[in-house]
């Protein structure tokens, strides 16, 4: 009889023994689900934290980049300068673009840890001490834009004024190898001012037609005396006479019946007392 009577409570025993050890099983779960957790927010952050960091440090690498190719740039030739503006430019647009993102995986850093149930302290003042050194990065590139648009327009400046010299140097090497040369009748030559007729006493005395002390070479032929080495005329030699001064031994007229080569065999010398030629035709 006591032994049926403690059958009930055997059972009821092993009830509450299954019941304890199922809570114990499940709060052990639980923690350990907690545990997991609170680890995967913490790598979460730490993944975020690594990746703002590796943004900051190519954020310096740029700027010192962007310094270098700005001290460069103002020594170079205009090409060269182009080439360096384009990559400065360049080096910029990926500082801004860097810079937003690394803010904007603060600003995620920030919120998720402060929104966790596992919020970590330590990870806000990390927050806070990224947010400053992004703060800082930021007022830098902002500084340096200034700087090189300053930079900018002095290289334009200089390149405005390497362009005038340049043009100034072409019209000098223009004017040095230029020289000009007409070929016509006294009639013709008086008719446009190259020749002066000489008075009715000049003329009883023989005196002929002198080579006006100014005239306009806007009716001469326009030539490169380091190009141009002889000169073709239609007529022949012994109806053309030089009036203007050259060194004889510096040139030689080649003549037929019909025409004649002027052959300029030294130009230095040829040109050197007149960048004028003037020749009289019969």
């Given at each position: ?6 059958k ?18 499940g ?30 440090g ?10 270098r ?52 302290e ?9 947010k ?10 902002s ?13 334009s ?23 000009y ?12 001012g190259?020749?002066v ?16 002390t ?17 000169i ?17 031994g510096s ?15 030294d ?16």
């Open positions: 009889m006591d032994t049926m009577a403690l009930p409570w055997r059972r009821i025993l092993s009830l509450l023994l299954v019941v304890t050890f199922t809570t114990w099983l709060a052990c779960r639980q923690e350990d689900q907690k545990k997991e957790e609170q680890r995967q927010h913490v790598e979460s952050m730490m993944e975020i934290l690594l990746q703002v960091q590796k943004n900051l190519r954020i310096r690498q740029k700027e010192a980049v962007v310094e190719l700005s001290s460069d740039i103002e020594g170079r030739q205009e090409v060269g300068a182009e080439k360096i503006g384009k990559e400065i430019y360049g080096n910029i647009r990926y500082l801004d673009s860097t810079l937003t993102a690394s803010k904007a995986l603060v600003s995620k850093l920030e919120n998720d840890n402060r929104s966790s149930g596992y919020r970590v330590s990870l806000d003042r990390l927050t806070r001490e990224l400053g050194d992004l703060e800082a990065r930021e007022k830098e590139i500084s340096m834009k200034g700087e090189i648009a300053k930079l900018n327009k002095e290289v400046r200089l390149m405005s004024t390497v362009d005038v010299m340049d043009e100034v140097i072409n019209d000098q090497e223009d004017r040095m190898s230029s020289a040369y007409i070929v016509g009748t006294v009639d013709q030559l008086a008719g446009k190259i020749l007729q000489p008075g009715a006493l000049a003329k009883m005395l023989g005196t002929g037609p002198v080579i006006a100014d005239y306009d070479t806007k009716a001469f032929r326009q030539i490169d005396i380091t190009e141009t080495k002889d073709y005329f239609d007529k022949p030699s012994k109806s053309l006479h030089i009036l203007t001064p050259h060194s004889k040139y030689q007229l080649v003549g037929g019946n019909t025409s004649t080569l002027l052959l300029i065999k130009p230095l010398e040829f040109w050197r007392k007149s960048r004028c030629l003037i020749i009289l035709r019969d």
